[in-house]
């Protein structure tokens, strides 16, 4: 009897894991890239409790998402339609649809600055092989959906190998411990704080993974319970796995750059940068896992802008179309010369002022009885949710008025 009931439970929990795998890309972005690596470049390691703490956060938000698409059997937008008003729909509808336009920035640029790098391909042109190689990758998912997420796992592996492979070239990591500890050196430290925050919490992802998990809605109690503990290992693992990569980002950049007086301006700096420090291994790996980055976060991009305007307007349009229309800001960076590392920056801080306008509406869904039925959350998650969402709310406001004031 044992023998027949656990390997039950296993497949039966294959079954669900795989959609967490799809959002973690969006943790490392090439927005990631360049907010975690000028921070540990320029700060070294003060910053690796913003990284660790965001990722847990993300594991905290993300079940949150994928539970409501499990016991409701809709995703994130589809119910925000439904249960709030017209006009506040279409506001949210609209600050979604900005946040896609910064993720799609971030990653574009990110993948144009890898294939230079590697290659020697000018940023414009690029880019639109990203957008060639991306779209391809996203055919994939509405028809092979197991297919799509093996890709961009395979995709994460990349950057995880890289990554490993220039912290073994390290060596001891003395006093990155002390990093631990909460606390900041001035308004820029804060700046690289928030676009770290919006670089590890993903606005677009919170409404997507409540869209990967919904197709594993079932009306039985006992379904729901191994859907949902499936789920948590599957968040546990894949964003475990993407905040490693994320400190490892961190903790690169602090090793090689913080004291060494090397160029750290730019990707293109650390890439060079590396090169000198570590050896030409570990530039290649960077640029690699640059690549893979931004290919797989963009194809992740503009499945979560689908989600989005399907679930808030009920339409749906060529997915070449929305690529079209979320990667012009990024080509229009490119073409002007617009320094990339700073406009990934920026585009982080960007996607951290969106968290609140996807995490508000999530926790006040999963809170009531009526949308989720006995799995709505009690008091102590409602007041954690509400108290992330209103740090990150103080943290952006803080950012606004300190850079308004100069």
Same mark, same amino acid.
């Given at each position: ?9 296993? *497949?039966? @929990? ?5 959609? @967490? ?53 809709? &995703? ?29 920035? @971030? ?50 592996? #990349? ?25 900041? +050196? ?28 919904? *197709? ?29 990569? &994320? ?8 090793? $090689? ?24 291994? +570990? ?40 690529? @079209?229309?979320?990667? $012009? ?19 982080? #801080? ?17 809170? *009531? ?8 959350? *009690? ?28």
């Amino acid at each position: 009897m044992v023998g027949i009931t656990v390997p039950a439970r296993i *497949r039966s @929990a294959a079954v669900v894991m795989g959609p @967490a795998f799809v959002v973690a890309v969006a943790y490392v972005d090439p927005g990631n890239f360049a907010t975690n690596m000028a921070g540990g470049a320029t700060h070294g390691y003060l910053l690796l409790w913003v990284i660790v703490s965001a990722s847990a956060l993300a594991m905290f938000i993300q079940y949150q998402s994928a539970k409501l698409g499990i016991v409701t059997g809709r &995703n994130l937008p589809e119910l925000c339609r439904e249960h709030y008003p017209r006009p506040v729909t279409k506001a949210l509808w609209v600050q979604a649809e900005l946040v896609a336009m910064a993720t799609d920035l @971030a990653e574009f640029v990110g993948a144009a600055v890898a294939l230079n790098l590697l290659f020697g391909v000018p940023l414009l042109p690029a880019a639109l092989i990203t957008a060639v190689v991306s779209f391809g990758i996203l055919a994939l998912a509405p028809l092979r959906r197991r297919r799509f997420e093996s890709v961009i796992i395979g995709l994460l592996a #990349v950057v995880l190998g890289g990554f490993l492979y220039q912290t073994l070239h390290l060596g001891p990591l003395t006093g990155a411990a002390a990093g631990l500890v909460p606390g900041f +050196a001035g308004v820029d430290s804060v700046l690289l704080a928030t676009g770290m925050l919006g670089a590890t919490v993903m606005p677009h992802v919170i409404y997507l993974h409540s869209a990967l998990t919904q *197709r594993h809605h079932s009306p039985s109690p006992d379904r729901q319970r191994g859907a949902l503990r499936a789920s948590r290992t599957d968040i546990v693992v894949a964003l475990g796995i993407a905040g490693m990569v &994320n400190v490892s980002m961190l903790v690169v950049a602090a090793g $090689a750059f913080h004291q060494a007086g090397a160029p750290r301006e730019s990707l293109e700096d650390m890439h060079s940068g590396l090169g000198q420090l570590l050896g030409p291994g +570990a530039a290649l790996a960077f640029a690699l896992a640059l690549l893979a980055s931004g290919l797989a976060a963009s194809s992740v991009g503009t499945y979560s802008g689908q989600v989005i305007m399907e679930g808030y307007l009920r339409r749906r349009i060529p997915l070449w179309l929305r690529r @079209a229309v979320t990667m $012009a800001p990024a080509l229009a960076v490119l073409s002007f010369g617009v320094d990339p590392t700073k406009a990934l920056v920026l585009s982080q #801080v960007v996607l951290s002022f969106g968290i609140p306008f996807a995490l508000v509406p999530l926790v006040l869904l999963t809170r *009531r009885k009526d949308v989720m039925g006995a799995a709505a959350n *009690r008091r102590g998650v409602t007041a954690a949710g509400a108290a992330a969402a209103l740090v990150i709310s103080a943290l952006n406001l803080f950012l606004l008025v300190r850079t308004v004031t100069g």
